[in-house]
């Protein structure tokens, strides 16, 4: 690599780690932190909190913990990771959509109706949201039930301190499986509507896909991963993962494992036995556990103790591995 490469690798790193804070699409865009500001400031004064409200939410445990600064190296390191990824998946994302619409077609022909484009901006909409959050409703599932990937997903869940950049504590395996099962959703479903549609899927059919990322980001999604207490009505938390459901996957109680391991809706979670909901659970305090959350509090101990306690899954207890 030449001086020049690595000063353009660099600044291109440093761009992505920035987005996190200017991009729409991303869950901690300084408009949704607002956001979730002010619903914080909500469930403040509804608790009837003791303590002013700035040092309710800039608590120096929760922003400046070890477990903090685990969060914010591996987004640094994860920004960098990705640069390799971004280019090859969006072409394979291309051409799993291209190759789907030329399956169809040379099974079945011409589709004998055609969506109109308002048609196609709602269903293409429902069924890629829908569709993506039951896949990772089943990718996150896997990894907690199975052994070898639960050492890679532990770090998620090694945060003994939330903030909402924590929702990005992950293992650069686990970002690698998250962005494959994203590319072959949006693969596959865009090549079926391209197909159904007669090719109306251009650039502004995201529009409504953002849309709905939009509603759940500004919905306090930024709570979720921080020791602000919202709940949802209790009906609505059948449909819809609340802040504290979430947080309650992260609790350290084995009573809690394994459950709400949905993103956006938690209907998966009902339909599959797995849901908590918040009047259900009164405290919780996360992480793994006191025993192994010393493991875990130093970013090259999150990243290398997969490894390491999978070597031993292999070599110690072969049966456990699979
Ligand atoms: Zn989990
Ligand atoms: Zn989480």
């Avoid at 399956?103 to 429902?126: C, D, E, K, P, V």
């Avoid at 504590?169 to 007669?198: C, M, Q």
């Avoid at 956006?264 to 025993?291: P, Y």
């Amino acid at each position: 690599m030449e001086y020049k490469e690595i000063i353009a690798f660099l600044n291109d790193g440093l761009q992505l780690v920035i987005n996190y804070l200017t991009s729409p699409g991303k869950r901690t865009y300084f408009l949704y932190l607002i956001s979730s500001l002010l619903l914080a400031a909500y469930v403040f004064y509804r608790s009837n909190r003791k303590g002013s409200f700035l040092n309710y939410i800039l608590n120096k445990k929760v922003w400046l913990s070890k477990s903090a600064f685990v969060d914010y190296s591996l987004i640094i390191f994860n920004s960098f990771f990705k640069l390799a990824l971004i280019a090859p998946f969006l072409l394979f994302g291309l051409k799993l959509a291209f190759n789907t619409n030329d399956f169809l077609l040379s099974h079945f022909g011409y589709a004998s109706f055609s969506l109109s484009t308002a048609q196609t901006l709602i269903l293409y909409t429902i069924s890629l949201s829908v569709l993506n959050d039951f896949m990772t409703y089943v990718v996150h599932l896997i990894f907690h039930k199975v052994p070898f990937l639960w050492e890679f997903h532990k770090i998620h869940h090694s945060a003994t301190s939330m903030n909402p950049f924590t929702q990005y504590r992950l293992h650069p395996i686990e970002l690698l499986a998250n962005n494959i099962k994203g590319i072959l959703v949006f693969g596959v479903t865009t090549g079926i509507f391209d197909y159904l549609s007669d090719h109306q899927i251009s650039k502004w059919t995201f529009l409504g896909v953002n849309v709905f990322s939009f509603a759940f980001y500004a919905w306090g999604a930024n709570l979720r991963h921080s020791h602000v207490r919202l709940k949802f009505f209790n009906f609505l938390e059948y449909i819809f993962i609340s802040p504290v459901q979430h947080q309650v996957h992260h609790s350290d109680n084995p009573k809690h494992f394994d459950k709400n391991l949905g993103s956006r809706l938690a209907i998966w979670d009902w339909m599959f036995g797995t849901l908590i909901r918040s009047n259900q659970v009164e405290k919780v305090t996360f992480g793994l556990g006191k025993e192994d959350n010393k493991n875990y509090n130093s970013f090259l101990k999150n990243l290398w103790m997969p490894f390491k306690n999978i070597y031993k899954l292999l070599f110690e207890r072969k049966s456990k591995v699979l």
